[in-house]
C-alpha cells in the first residue's frame, strides 16, 4: 500500500522486540515519577496503567497517547491517520471558541420500536459523551464562516439513521438560508439499520437537500476519513463539489468482506482506500490532516 | 390476501414467475423502444428503459430487470445493477426533463451490485448522483415498487413524486438476511427479521413512505396480471394528471417537501 509516510519527528523503524522497548520506556516514566511528590506519583503510575498507551496498528509501534493526540492523531512514527472524535476534529478545524452547535436537540427515533436499540443509544451516549453520531454547527475556519458537519464513529458506527439524516439536512438548509459555504467530514458504516427503511429514507433526504444547495450556487466541500462506507458514501458523501480524503481511508459502497463474498477472492493490496479513489477519479485530492485546515481555508477564499 | 407473513410477502416478491419490469412495460405502455447504454462504460442489462406511450402520452420508462429463468436472471446480474444502469436511467431521465416527458420507474432488485468492477467505477456516486439529479427533475415521477426494494440499489431510481408499491411487495434498508445477519449475527433468523423491518406495503404506507398500494390477487401478480395492470394503469394515469397542475417549481418543492419530512 502506497502510504506516504511523514514524521514530525525522527524516522524509526519499528523495533523487532517491542515489549523490551516498551518495558524500558515504562521504567524510565517509573523512576521520573518515583522522584515526584505522592500525589502525583500517584495519578502517573495509575495513567500508565489504566492504558495510556496505545499500539499503532499499522506499524506496532507503542506510543503514548499524549502524543499521538498533541500529534493530531497521526501516528507520529509511521503518519497512520487514527480515527477521531467529532469532538477533536472540531478543536482541530474551527477556530477556537466559533463552533456553535446547530441541531442539537434532534435526538435518535425508534421507527422499528427494534428491541434493546434505545436502550443501547443511552449508554452510548454516557460512554461517548455525544448524542448522535454527527455534530453540526457554524463556525469560522481561520476567519472564514463555514457550516460545519462532523461525525463521529464512536457512536454506533457513525451510521446514519434519521437524526443524522435530520441534523445534517439542517445543516444544508442553514448554509442555504445563511449563504455560507459547508463542509462535511464523513465517517459511516453506512445506513442505521435499527431504523430500518426510515434511515434509507435520510439518503434521498440528504441528496435532495444538496440538490437544492447546488441550485443556490454555494460551495460544498465533502471530506471522507477512514471508514465512509454504505448509504453515506452512497450519498453526501460523494456529492461535494469539492471532495477530500485523508489519507489511506477506507471508502466504498460495498463494504470489502461482502465484495469478498460475492466476488469469491480476496481484494488486493489497497482496494477502496483513498489512493485507490483518486485513482479512479473519485476523489479530488488526498490531504494530510495537519494540512487539513489550510488547504479547507484556501479552497473557501478561491471561492469568494 | 390479508393474513400473509412479512416473510410470506418477501418469497412472493422473490419468485421467479412474479411479473417483471418488462412485463409491466410491455403491457401497460404501447410502442415501447429500448434505449441503451449510459454513454460512458457500457450497457447494463439489470436496467432497462426506454420510451413508450401512455395512451396518447409519451413517457420515459425505467426499470431494474430480473430474469423469469435461470439463464436470463444471470444475465440480468439477478437484477443488481453496476453503476453504468445507475447512470444509463440517468441519462434516460434527463432526456425525459428535455421533452418533458413523465418518468415512471419499476423497482425490483436485491441490491446494488456489491463487485469489484462496480466499486472501481463508483457505484456510491452513481447511487447519490441520482438522488440528487432527480429530486431537481421538472417532470413528474412515479416510481413502483413491483417486488424486491433493497437498499440503496433501489432507492437510486425511487426518488419521485408517487411512491407506490405492489401489495406484495417488499421495500428494505437491506434484505431481511442481511439485516439478521448484521443484527442477530445470525442470517438463518431472516424470517424474524422480515417482521421486525417493517417492509411490506402496509408498513409503509402507515409510515407514510409510499403513497399508494396497488392490490394483488391471492398467490401473486401473475395469478391475475391483467387485473393488476389495469389498476397500476389507472394510477399512473391519475397521478399525472395530477402531477401535471403544478409548476415546475411547485412539483419540485412538494417533491422536496416529500423527502424532507421523513424521518423529522
Ligand atoms: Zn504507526
Not at chain 1, 58 to 78: A, G, T
Not at chain 1, 263 to 285: N, T
Not at chain 2, 67 to 81: C, I, L, S, V, W
Request: charged letters at 30%; proline letters at 4%; aromatic letters at 6%.
Amino acid at each position: 500500500m502506497g502510504t506516504v509516510l511523514f514524521f514530525p519527528r525522527e524516522k524509526r523503524e519499528p523495533s523487532p522486540n517491542l515489549p523490551n522497548e516498551v518495558e524500558k520506556l515504562i521504567i524510565d516514566k517509573v523512576k521520573k515519577v518515583n522522584k515526584q511528590e505522592k500525589s502525583v506519583k500517584n495519578e502517573k503510575a495509575s495513567d500508565m496503567l489504566i492504558g495510556k498507551w496505545i499500539k499503532c496498528d499499522n506499524c506496532k509501534e507503542i506510543l503514548y497517547k499524549e502524543d499521538v493526540h498533541k500529534n493530531l492523531s497521526v501516528c507520529p512514527n509511521c503518519g497512520k491517520h487514527f480515527r477521531l472524535s467529532a469532538r477533536r476534529r472540531i478543536k482541530q478545524i474551527a477556530d477556537e471558541g466559533t463552533f456553535e452547535e446547530i441541531g442539537k436537540d434532534i435526538l435518535t427515533k425508534d421507527p422499528l420500536k427494534f428491541e434493546g436499540y434505545l436502550k443501547k443509544v443511552e449508554s452510548l451516549k454516557e460512554k461517548t459523551k455525544i448524542e448522535e453520531a454527527v455534530k453540526c454547527g457554524t463556525c469560522k475556519i481561520n476567519g472564514e464562516d463555514v457550516v460545519l458537519a462532523v461525525m463521529d464513529g464512536n457512536f454506533l458506527m457513525g451510521s446514519m439513521g434519521s437524526a443524522v439524516g435530520e441534523r445534517i439536512t439542517l445543516a444544508i438548509e442553514t448554509s442555504i438560508l445563511k449563504r455560507l459555504p459547508l463542509i462535511i467530514f464523513c465517517v459511516s458504516g453506512g445506513a442505521r439499520m435499527q431504523e430500518g427503511i426510515v434511515s434509507l429514507m435520510q439518503m434521498a433526504k440528504t441528496s435532495a437537500a444538496l440538490a437544492k444547495h447546488n441550485q443556490s450556487g454555494l460551495l460544498y466541500i465533502s471530506v471522507l476519513t477512514d471508514p465512509t462506507t454504505g448509504g453515506v458514501t452512497a450519498s453526501f458523501a460523494s456529492l461535494g463539489d469539492i471532495i477530500l480524503a485523508e489519507p489511506n481511508a477506507l471508502i466504498g459502497f460495498a463494504g470489502p468482506r461482502v465484495i469478498e463474498q460475492t466476488m469469491k477472492q480476496k481484494l488486493p493490496e489497497g482496494f477502496q482506500r483513498s489512493e485507490f479513489l483518486l485513482e479512479h477519479g473519485f476523489i479530488d485530492k488526498i490531504v494530510e490532516r495537519k494540512d487539513m485546515k489550510d488547504v479547507l481555508t484556501q479552497i473557501i477564499r478561491l471561492h469568494k | 390476501m390479508a393474513d400473509l407473513s412479512a416473510w410470506d410477502r418477501v418469497t412472493l416478491a422473490r419468485m421467479l414467475e412474479r411479473p417483471k419490469s418488462l412485463d409491466y412495460i410491455n403491457n401497460i405502455f404501447t410502442d415501447f423502444i429500448e434505449l441503451h447504454g449510459d454513454r460512458n462504460f457500457g450497457d447494463d442489462k439489470s436496467i432497462v428503459g426506454g420510451i413508450a406511450k401512455l395512451d396518447d402520452i409519451s413517457v420515459t420508462v425505467i426499470g431494474e430487470q430480473k430474469g423469469k429463468k435461470a439463464k436470463e436472471n444471470m444475465e440480468r446480474n439477478f437484477g443488481m445493477p453496476n453503476p453504468e444502469g445507475y447512470r444509463k436511467a440517468l441519462r434516460l431521465m434527463k432526456q425525459a426533463e428535455k421533452f418533458k416527458r413523465p418518468i415512471i420507474t419499476f423497482i425490483d432488485t436485491p441490491g446494488a451490485y456489491p463487485g469489484m468492477g462496480a466499486e472501481e467505477r463508483g457505484q456510491g456516486e452513481a447511487i447519490a448522483r441520482n438522488m440528487l439529479e432527480m429530486s431537481n427533475l421538472k417532470v413528474p415521477i412515479i416510481c413502483i415498487v413491483i417486488g424486491e426494494g433493497s437498499s440503496g440499489g433501489a432507492l437510486a431510481i425511487a426518488v419521485g413524486d408517487k411512491i407506490v408499491m405492489l401489495e406484495n411487495a417488499v421495500y428494505s434498508i437491506l434484505s431481511p438476511e442481511g439485516f439478521a445477519s448484521i443484527l442477530y449475527k445470525d442470517a438463518s433468523k431472516a424470517k424474524d427479521a422480515a417482521e421486525n423491518m417493517k417492509m411490506t406495503a402496509k408498513d409503509l404506507k402507515n409510515m407514510k413512505i409510499i403513497d399508494k398500494i396497488i392490490d394483488e390477487p391471492d398467490g401473486g401478480a401473475q395469478n391475475d396480471f391483467n387485473q393488476v395492470v389495469k389498476e397500476l394503469k389507472q394510477y399512473i394515469k391519475e397521478s399525472i394528471k395530477e402531477l401535471s397542475k403544478y409548476s415546475e417549481e411547485e412539483l419540485i418543492e412538494n417533491r422536496y417537501q416529500k423527502f424532507r419530512i421523513m424521518g423529522k
